[in-house]
């Protein structure tokens, strides 16, 4: 089984030759996640973006989850929307566990930056 996830990471990470496939099932590659609920909070924006940063990280071999709440509090989405990058170690959510009221505060003091 590891052989056969070594060679589609690989595959992944190859140059594609030319047009995109039609469709890509990360599940058949090993390289999905959990499924998240960000329940009735406005920042699906902090879930995509952990999501993407978890899928980098699972074709490097690791299966980290990383925290949408630190994705919110920490400004790492204005950083890597300016800079392409972020200096800010990421958080787990085993560290900091989705609790939607906060989220709430989170992004009402997020949006008061903007």
Known sequence: MKAGWLA???????????ALPPAADLRALGLDGPVKDQQMVG???SFA????????????G???VIAPL???SS????QIWRNGKSD???????????????ACKLNEDRGARL
Do not use: F
């Open 75 to 78: 400004h790492i989405w204005e």
């Open 43 to 45: 920042i699906c924006w």
């Open 70 to 72: 630190h994705v919110v």
């Open 88 to 102: 800010r170690d990421l958080i787990t959510e085993p560290e900091w566990p989705y609790d939607p009221v906060k």
């Open 8 to 18: 589609a990471r690989s595959a992944l990470q190859a140059p594609l030759p030319g």
């Open 62 to 64: 690791r299966n980290d």
């Open 49 to 60: 973006t952990s999501t993407v940063m978890e899928n980098a990280i699972r074709r490097s």
